[in-house]
């Protein structure tokens, strides 16, 4: 099997397609990769939009870890809007087979200095299937009970205790959302405001 | 517009991945060559071609457990094109152009319950139990006196393809029209009732007994008792009478329909 | 010697790919009309998935995650179960031909077969490994163990499936509910059946 | 390119050769996706560009791919072209993105792609290929769309979103409930179709009896075409009152050799 064989022997042409293909697609991926790569700010920007529905300025706010996490899940970003609403990136845990769900959370300051929820947005969630359930009544709950939440220590949850707020037949996904909520809102109340609430 | 994009890719970047994605790729080129060397096994390039023609449903309507097998067959001369019925007649000529044979187009054929026994035919026994011809055959000979009539258990019209056979008072009727002459009826029937019919037939004898007049009517109300009147009245000579059966040469029947007037026992059927 | 029984249990039972996860259906009904082509695919799936996280996990650990080729993931993966199909094929091909024609289509359809690619997917998720597990560190061998596992569960789902087809087959059905159809109603009881496990996982 | 070959290969698409029903490739996004129809059509959309795309390029490079290295070199191109497709939708498309970017990954794992791949692309060609996807594509999605529907409006009385009533069966959105409909689904649409296909060709009887040539006489070119155009018209063209919403076919059988 001289060499010259081996060149034109079905194997080595195996050899090249497979190689020439894979460098092809490797290649453009790469390239494409780089050339589109959303940078995290545009993703923030896309989020203020979607909510505000028009660009806006913004603050990146930094914490070290401690404060970021606490027992409902963890926040991912923080940012300080040119309006003085607060936008959190806040992700709940032990949802359906303890799958996450990612949220924007929106804090904009109520009258009497505390931080109501504006708005909530879904950003990401892994392993719940049945988000098709969820329809704008559900998040609408959250925006609902600024006037409670002022005097501090109401959470939502899924059963009695708290404010309720779950979807018949996906009560983990819902177990998942409230918990972002409420690690939303524990930051906000303990880390942006100093705590006092 | 050019430099920009230049300017954001990170071409080192993109040489790593070059250079991990080519390693992987040749890495399992050759390692799966080196497997393919190992297993490497001696196929008969006409075994391959055969195979793309034939119709590959498996159906092993032509004796063979599979496609393959009838391929190989038809490679070395040892099976005939006409043992498979699911395959057109193009991708036939197109085979016979590869094994060098000469092939026409078979005349189409039809499948026919040559029985019309059913509630006719006297009950050797009364059989309680699973259905399916399969148990009604399994004693004495069969349920039914007669040793060559259909015992009703629809096992064909169970494995028909097509849905072409129904049970009617007992016997099975098959509808010419919808039967595609694939012969799984044929494999399953434990009396071999069913066989097949040119297409174009007009008439046949719904009996399969080979019994004398006397003993026929003893078992059954409409079974064939051999007179023969049939092959005499027919005009262009096309029924022989063998072994007290009357038997069709249906290149010469014209469809007159004399034998089905004059038959007495009213056996022979249109199709 | 516990992380190896919580492996078993876990790949077999609580997260079995095709019964629970409900991955992996296509050749699960596919195949599983004799039980000899279904042990025969279970065994192939299961090589696939053990050599596959034996590739995979130290590929994305020690060399995608470092340079920070994250996105390459699902690429690099698909590959290297291709490959190891196309090996698998060739094998099968020559040791058992009965058993290639059985699988047919179905083999070279291993490749996008959803457990398979779970189960690569699933081992390089520390975070998950570790809470399903209850384990404190992944290794190698771990997710050699999981893949291997994930693949005896899949064999044990289509070989109970096929013995189950085989006696289905038998009974007097509409020709319209015959082959499929009550495959997938064996299916759902059987779903039915499994769907406690949700409950402990 | 003749306009048979076209019907052969639309129809062959939408109804013979269904992916969801009758070939039942693609059961793990069916069963996954089908608790909603909007899930139905966007998934089914994005597996007709993918599958368009792939059948091209692979039908293209059909002849240059050994059979010893077919199917990694199948797989990385049909990678390939999701991974551009998520790229270039997160990048301008965002909203599309986000309520596609569940499904995205999963067409990857479809077995559907690699299926026809497999079977057609790999085998005819290019626009052949093109065509079959377009038309796969299009049968998925139908299949996936009224999988959606049944779904949607028993398990949780929506349908697309819209709240019809507030009665459900949780039955029907768990997965065992999948499995249900799925395979009840299957076995509606194989006996309607096994129905129609039998009405068709006993109807057809006698002019395939015609057409054969008997035993000895001389074959022409001229008889041989009619023969293959009828037996291409009896194989695959139902009636007008095909009853799945994706056969709106819609023409006469026949009469067109």
Redesign the interface.
Known sequence: MTVRQFLKSEAFKCIVVLLAI?LV??GL?AIL?DLLAVSAEERTMRAIESVYGQQMEYETLEYDAADLTNEYGSIDQAYLLENGAYMLRSTGGDGY??GTVTMWVILSPAGDGSLGIYKVVMQEYAKQTLMAQFGESFYAVYTAHNSELADGEIWFSVDASGIQNTQAGATMSSRAINNAVNCALYFARNVLQGGEA | MQMIVCASVQWD?VG??LG??AA??VL?AV??LI??K????KEDEKVVKILEHLAGA?CGGCGHT?C?GFAQCLACGKATLDDCKVTSDEEKKEIAKLIGIEFSAAEPTVAVAMCSGGVNAEDRYMYVGN?GCAYLNQYLGGVKLCKTACLGGGSCA?VCPV?AIKIKDGVAVIDKTVCISCGACMRVCPRGVIERVPAKAKVYCACSTNCKGKETMAFCKQGCIGCGLCARTCPSGAITMKDNLPVFDYSKCTGCMKCLEKCPRHVIKTM | MGTFFSIIVMAVLVNNFVVVQ?????PF??VSKKTSSALGMGVAVTLVMTITCLITYPLYEY?LVP???E??E???F??????L???I???I???S?PLY?AMG?YL??I????AV?GVAELVIDKA?MM?LLGITSMNVGVAVLYGLFAGVGFTVSIVIMSGLREKIDRL?L????K???????A???M??GF?VF?MI? | MTGQRFKQISLDGLLRNNPTFRL?????PT??LSTAAFNGIGMGLAVTFILICSNVLISLLRKAIPN?????A???II??F??IVRMVLDKFIPSLYESMGVYL?LI????I???RA??FASKNKVLDSALDGLFTGLGFTCALTLLGIIREVLGSGAIFGYQLWDFRIGFFS???????V???S???F??IY?KIENKLRSKNFEARIMQKPDIGEPENELADQAEEAQNAALQTAPDQNAPTAAANAGHDNGGEA
């Open positions: 894979a697609a490797g991926l990769n087979k303890n | 970047k790593l991945v991990i994605i992987l790729a399992f390692l799966i497997v393919t190992v297993c490497h096994i498996n599979g393959e259905d169970e849905d | 409900f991955l992996g259906i296509c009904l596919g060399i340079l920070g080729l996105y390459l699902i690429i690099v698909i590959f290297v179960i291709a490959a199909v196309q090996m094929e060739r094998a091909r020559k040791f031909p024609r289509i070279p359809l490749t996008t077969n959803c690619l998950q809470s007097k509409p020709k319209a509910l082959g499929f159809p009550i495959t997938m109603l299916a759902c009881f779903a039915m769907y949700n996982g | 039942v490739l693609g059961t793990c069963l996954a010893a290295v077919r199917i990694p199948f797989v990385i990678a390939t999701v991974t990954p990857v794992v479809n077995c792609i690699l299926g497999e079977s768990s997965s065992a409930g999948a499995f249900f799925y395979g009840m299957i076995a509606l194989n006996h096994s």
